[in-house]
């Protein structure tokens, strides 16, 4: 094997002399994520150092909401024992005056997310109330950037200790 020194110095750096600049680890790291054709997807695979595959990856980000899809990819993620931030929603927390089968989802992610994370897998569910993307632009209230939410999930990966949840609501 070969490594190139200089990586392996920075890592040292950021790691041993600066540890409050550990953010820099992220450009070494491998992404799979999941919905990148728009929205918040998009945004973080132009970010990030994005891979075709799962088993590649050092980070699952579990964007793409497709019915219950989001919670059987964290529990393949987990049984690779990668670090995973699942894009949940606040939802589930609003009352709901009629069915709303994406809060049942959503809810599901919540929970699959909790047991997970109490069984030592490092996942986070970043809960997000609407932000702006093509998927709600028919939605006439106060939305987040995208560029906001991005940066949530940058402080979640740059957090020492696993989070194991973070709601952020315009």
């Not at 219950?68 to 993620?77: H, I």
């Not at 030592?120 to 702006?132: A, H, K, S, V």
């Amino acid at each position: 094997c070969t490594y190139n020194i200089d990586i392996f110095h920075n890592l040292l750096y950021h790691i041993c002399i600066n540890p409050s600049s550990i953010y820099r680890l992220n450009n070494y790291m491998k992404f799979y994520i999941t919905g990148t054709r728009r929205g918040l997807g998009k945004a973080l695979s132009e970010k990030y150092d994005v891979v075709d595959n799962l088993n590649e990856a050092d980070v699952f980000i579990n964007c793409k909401h497709d019915g219950f899809t989001q919670v059987n990819m964290l529990y393949e993620a987990a049984k690779l024992n990668i670090k995973i931030i699942n894009i949940g929603s606040n939802s589930p927390d609003e009352t709901k005056s009629k069915p709303h089968i994406y809060a049942v989802e959503k809810t599901a992610l919540d929970k699959a997310n909790h047991q997970l994370f109490y069984q030592g897998i490092d996942t986070t569910i970043g809960r997000f109330g609407y932000f702006d993307s093509p998927r709600v632009e028919h939605i006439d209230r106060k939305k987040m950037s995208i560029e906001y939410c991005v940066s949530i999930i940058d402080w979640i990966l740059n957090q020492p200790h696993k989070v194991k949840e973070i709601t952020v609501c315009p």
